[in-house]
């Protein structure tokens, strides 16, 4: 393993949001003892925004030690962790956004339910002719346009399920732009032991690789991360290439013997495209 190698600055648009990779990054900075400005120097990041996140993924660890007289002795420590960090962002994240319209209009919803099944006079009304009928009793409200309320019925906010509209028209379907199947050079991640998924042993390792600046005379980081332990195998390689990242998973294998590497998760990069032929387990 190869603690000397540092982490070149990369470029990261601005005001975008820490990567699980940039965690990652941090993480192993931060045990390595440097400080939040020289982690922001290393991602070309803002030291704000890496003393933001350390203090979101920093969490309490408890340690207990019993004495030779039957003792317990407690002991608290902190430290960064890049899985909270990104656990918490996610939580963070399905907090955010804009809230529903809808929930400002129960009372206008209800009077709608009511045109639309039919409850005053046995007459149900279209959507279209519910809202014109509406809209003087709630001319103070923003009121939705009627494609929005078909979004409402398909979702479940209203009451009124699809199948009791009076008729449903077909609307013009929107132009979905098909997106390029993603590569995919081995197992899928679905394929991937329990004991992998669940972290319950060592030797279930996550690779990927850190690249500086694009050049073509630049070398690569190749990093491994067991996924219990949090241990992290570091090599510089010569390029981002298949040919070099083979070789280098060879070189660690006898290093550290095969039996270490039980699994290898890699993304689709096609630095990884030939990753099977070294590892079968990937």
Same mark, same amino acid.
């Given at each position: 393993?190869?603690?000397?190698?540092?982490?070149?600055?990369?470029?990261?648009?601005?005001?975008?949001?820490?990567?699980?990779?940039?965690?990652?990054?941090?993480?192993?900075?931060?045990?390595?003892?440097?400080?939040?400005?020289?982690?922001?120097?290393?991602?070309?990041?803002?030291?704000? $925004? &890496?003393? %933001?996140? !350390?203090?979101? /993924?920093? *969490?309490?660890?408890?340690?207990?030690?019993?004495?030779? +007289?039957? #003792?317990?002795?407690?002991?608290?420590?902190?430290?960064?962790?890049?899985?909270?960090?990104?656990?918490?962002?996610?939580?963070?994240?399905?907090?955010?956004?804009?809230?529903?319209?809808?929930?400002?209009?129960?009372?206008?919803?209800?009077?709608?339910?009511?045109?639309?099944?039919?409850?005053?006079?046995?007459?149900?009304?279209?959507?279209?002719?519910?809202?014109?009928?509406?809209?003087?009793?709630?001319?103070?409200?923003?009121?939705?346009?009627?494609? $929005? &309320?078909? %979004?409402? !019925?398909?979702? /479940?906010? *209203?009451?009124?399920?699809?199948?009791?509209?009076?008729? +449903?028209? #077909?609307?013009?379907?929107?132009?979905?732009?098909?997106?390029?199947?993603?590569?995919?050079?081995?197992?899928?991640?679905?394929?991937?032991?329990?004991?992998?998924?669940?972290?319950?042993?060592?030797?279930?390792?996550?690779?990927?690789?850190?690249?500086?600046?694009?050049?073509?005379?630049?070398?690569?980081?190749?990093?491994?991360?067991?996924?219990?332990?949090?241990?992290?195998?570091?090599?510089?390689?010569?390029?981002?290439?298949?040919?070099?990242?083979?070789?280098?998973?060879?070189?660690?294998?006898?290093?550290?013997?095969?039996?270490?590497?039980?699994?290898?998760?890699?993304?689709?990069?096609?630095?990884?495209?030939?990753?099977?032929?070294?590892?079968?387990?990937?």
């Amino acid at each position: 393993m190869d603690n000397n190698t540092s982490i070149t600055n990369t470029t990261t648009p601005k005001g975008s949001h820490l990567s699980e990779k940039e965690r990652a990054q941090i993480e192993i900075l931060h045990k390595e003892g440097y400080s939040n400005r020289a982690i922001a120097r290393k991602l070309n990041r803002n030291h704000q $925004t &890496i003393n %933001n996140e !350390i203090k979101r /993924g920093t *969490t309490c660890q408890v340690r207990r030690q019993k004495s030779r +007289k039957g #003792k317990v002795y407690t002991y608290f420590s902190t430290i960064y962790s890049c899985d909270a960090g990104q656990a918490r962002y996610n939580r963070n994240r399905l907090n955010s956004g804009r809230r529903g319209k809808y929930l400002l209009m129960k009372d206008f919803i209800k009077e709608l339910d009511n045109l639309l099944l039919g409850r005053y006079d046995g007459f149900k009304y279209a959507p279209y002719g519910a809202l014109k009928k509406l809209k003087p009793k709630f001319k103070d409200l923003d009121l939705p346009c009627v494609t $929005t &309320i078909y %979004n409402w !019925i398909n979702t /479940g906010i *209203t009451e009124t399920n699809p199948i009791d509209l009076v008729k +449903k028209p #077909k609307l013009r379907p929107r132009k979905v732009k098909q997106e390029t199947q993603k590569r995919c050079f081995g197992k899928s991640i679905d394929e991937r032991p329990v004991e992998a998924n669940l972290r319950s042993e060592i030797g279930h390792f996550e690779i990927d690789t850190i690249q500086g600046k694009k050049m073509a005379t630049d070398k690569v980081i190749l990093v491994l991360t067991d996924r219990k332990s949090r241990y992290n195998i570091v090599k510089v390689i010569n390029s981002k290439t298949s040919q070099d990242v083979n070789k280098a998973i060879l070189e660690l294998k006898a290093e550290y013997g095969s039996k270490l590497f039980k699994t290898i998760t890699a993304d689709n990069g096609s630095e990884f495209s030939e990753l099977n032929k070294v590892h079968s387990e990937v």
